[in-house]
């Protein structure tokens, strides 16, 4: 039997990984893990102090999370569109179970949350952080699991999380926008008036896209709206197909060049940059009150236990009323141990907690702290839920 050279086998097992839907959640979780030792080290200062460097207009922190994550967002939105028009949620059957599993999945994450926080206004602006899930880190988790998951619950966890990513851009765009500056928001709706006429004329070439993107994106930054809501609106214009009404090869469609061009680095680059500069959270004067904290709390439970009754119970109850099936050799113990998957909430919580408390460290910190423990403690279980389900359903 020919023996591969050492160099192809090299290549081969990059290949793989790149390729891999556990690695970007691990290359993710590496990241984090580097951010809490450089935070909680002698090397603190510079870790927090390069962040705060100023590159231009805006510091090295502002460049990672309005910019870097608007790619991110494109991608998102470009996943949204596809998976709508052309994909596992193309039509309302197939949007009924992980539909209502979303709906339930992100009111009460944020109803316990609310609960914690009812007596504090300047807390409960945070409703949202538990709302979120991370689907590249609960999916890692399903493909780190193997054949002991039935491929159908990947296919609901990804179109749940997709949903749970759309209602996320919207609370983003409506509850956290600052104060609005009209003239830049109207010339920003020009633009997007003016991308849709490209998609409407059959432009194909990502080119033209892609440079009013970047105007677009700069002035959504200026009018108070947050930048990475431009991500969205440029992926929702994007074509599907290379020409109005064409029978030709999707895979070839400008959406899906895009999207594959994106995929590698938003999982191996942007996201874990994104990790690195905002987990980084220093346990230096951390205390028992900080952890019992409600807004501490609020994240942690409603990430924990809020997903697990939100997602479980609405998709449970659909079920049980006959309004959407249980997925394909999937079981009850395969449906709860994947709702407390999504209790994972690490980029998308992350974001939304820099969001609703900018410019308060001491509440970043502790969100921060709520967003580990809670993830943590739901991927865990999860797994331990899965691996202990039977591989098929009775």
Known sequence: MPVRPASRRARSLLRDFLHNSASGGLVLMAAAVLALILANSAAAPAYFGALEAYLGPLSLLHWINDALMAVFFLLVGLEIKREMLDGQLAGWGRRILPGIAAAGGMAVPALIYAGFNAGNPATLRGWAIPAATDIAFALGVLALLGPRVPASLRIFLTALAILDDLGAVAIIAVFYTGEIALPYLGLAGLVSLVLVGLNRAGVCRLLPYLLLGAVLWWLTLRSGVHATVAGVVLALTIPLRNRPGGADDLAASPLHRLEHALHLPVAFAIVPVFGFANAGVSFDGL??????????????????????????????????????????????????????????????????????????????????????????????????????APRRAD
């Open 287 to 388: 205390t028992m009150e900080a952890l019992l904290d409600p807004l501490t709390l609020g994240v942690a439970l409603g990430l924990l236990v809020g997903k697990l009754i939100g997602v479980f119970g609405a998709a449970g109850a659909a079920i049980r009323l006959g309004w959407a099936e249980m997925p394909v050799g999937a079981g009850w113990w395969h449906l709860l141990g994947t709702a407390l998957l999504c209790g994972i909430g690490f980029t998308m919580s992350l974001f939304i907690g820099m969001l609703a408390f900018e410019g308060e460290p001491l509440l970043q910190a502790e969100v921060k702290i709520g967003i580990l423990t809670g993830s943590v403690l739901a991927g865990l279980l999860g797994a331990a839920v899965l691996r202990a």
